[in-house]
């Protein structure tokens, strides 16, 4: 069963940036997809990002340009760039596989993007 435990997020000032990290235990995440996905309040939770298996990153539009998926199998992390913030940026991030699995959900971070 894998944890991830995602960390880096606070609280910054439009146009800031922050990078946040994913790291993952009790099993490699090497052979998975992963995404980053983000819930702000009274929204529904949505992707951000994804990484496949061989590192190729895939954005939504809101993101492209401005935020940068990686991983380190090594480490069994994932990380997100985040550049260029905006307020509408504000959510709690989460990292889990793609397609997100329900038993792999952590407690997330907290972005705040003050204007």
């Known amino acids: 069963q894998v944890q991830l435990v995602e960390s880096g997020g606070g609280l910054v000032q439009a146009g800031g940036s922050l990078r946040l990290s994913c790291l993952a235990s009790g099993s490699r995440i090497s052979m998975n997809a992963m995404g980053w996905y983000r819930q702000a309040p009274g929204k529904q939770r949505e992707l951000v990002a994804r990484?496949?298996?061989?590192?190729?990153?895939v954005y939504v539009d809101s993101v492209k340009g401005r935020f940068t998926i990686s991983r380190d199998n090594t480490k069994n992390t994932v990380y997100l760039q985040m550049s260029s913030l905006k307020p509408e940026d504000t959510a709690v991030y989460y990292c889990?596989?793609?397609?997100?699995?329900?038993?792999?959900w952590g407690q997330g971070t907290q972005v705040t993007v003050s204007s």
């Open positions: 990484i496949t298996v061989y590192g190729t990153p």
């Open positions: 889990n596989k793609y397609p997100a699995s329900i038993d792999y």
